[in-house]
T-cell receptor
C-alpha cells in the first residue's frame, strides 16, 4: 500500500502558526498535494509539491523532501475559518496514476 | 457555473435497492474519478476513467459499476445496497492523467445513507 501518515488532530490559537506533518511511501511517488476540507463540504486544492523545497502561497506554505518521504503544511496568522480537515495526498504513477489520500488532520482554531 | 456537479446531494434508501449517482464536469478535463469517504473521513479511490476508458478499478465489490458515456460524465450505479455502503461519495476530475499539478477538482459529494 501507500502509507500516508499525518496526525489525527491538532489545536492552535487564532493568530498563531501551525505545522501539519505528513510522511509517505516514496516508491512510485510523483507529487504531493494538500487539500482543505470543511465539514460537510468537498476537499479544495491548497498546494502541490513535486520538487524538494518550500512553496509559498499567501498564509499557507508547503514543504517537500522527496528523499525523506516527508512534507508539511504551514499555516500562518491562523483564522477561525481555518478550522477544517487538512488532507495530505500523494500521486503514485506506478499504481495506476492515482491520488492516494491520508486520513486527514482535523485542525481546531480557538480564540 | 459549477465545475463538477453531482446529483443527488443526499440519498436515503433501503437495503437491497439499486441506485445511481450522476457526475458531470464542465472543465474540459480528460480524467474523472469516484472516491468514497467513510465515517472516519478517509477518502479512498474507487474508480478512474480517462477519456471514457477505465484506468483504475480498486478492490470494490461488483455491485458498484461506473459508466462513462463521454469524457464529461461519470456515473456510479450501485446494486443491492448494503448498510456498509453508507458514506459520502465524491466525484472528481483532473486535467490530464500524467500531469496532475493542477490537482483534482471535487464535486460537492453525495451523502448516501442505507437503512
Amino acid at each position: 500500500g501507500q502509507n500516508i501518515d499525518q496526525p489525527t488532530e491538532m489545536t492552535a490559537t487564532e493568530g498563531a502558526i501551525v505545522q501539519i506533518n505528513c510522511t509517505y511511501q516514496t516508491s512510485g511517488f510523483n507529487g504531493l498535494f494538500w487539500y482543505q476540507q470543511h465539514a460537510g463540504e468537498a476537499p479544495t486544492f491548497l498546494s502541490y509539491n513535486v520538487l524538494d523545497g518550500l512553496e509559498e502561497k499567501g498564509r499557507f506554505s508547503s514543504f517537500l523532501s522527496r528523499s525523506k518521504g516527508y512534507s508539511y503544511l504551514l499555516l500562518k496568522e491562523l483564522q477561525m475559518k481555518d478550522s477544517a480537515s487538512y488532507l495530505c495526498a500523494c500521486y503514485y504513477m506506478e499504481y495506476g496514476n492515482k491520488l492516494v489520500f491520508g486520513a486527514g488532520t482535523i485542525l481546531r482554531v480557538k480564540s | 457555473d459549477t465545475a463538477v456537479s453531482q446529483t443527488p446531494k443526499y440519498l436515503v434508501t433501503q437495503m437491497g435497492n439499486d441506485k445511481s449517482i450522476k457526475c458531470e464536469q464542465n472543465l474540459g478535463h480528460d480524467t474523472m474519478y469516484w472516491y468514497k469517504q467513510d465515517s472516519k473521513k478517509f477518502l479512498k479511490i474507487m474508480f478512474s476513467y480517462n477519456n471514457k476508458e477505465l484506468i483504475i478499478n480498486e478492490t470494490v465489490p461488483n455491485r458498484f459499476s461506473p459508466k462513462s458515456p463521454d469524457k464529461a460524465h461519470l456515473n456510479l450505479h450501485i446494486n443491492s445496497l448494503e448498510l456498509g455502503d453508507s458514506a459520502v461519495y465524491f466525484c472528481a476530475s483532473s486535467q490530464a492523467l500524467r500531469h496532475p499539478s493542477y490537482g483534482y477538482t471535487f464535486g460537492s459529494g453525495t451523502r448516501l445513507t442505507v437503512v
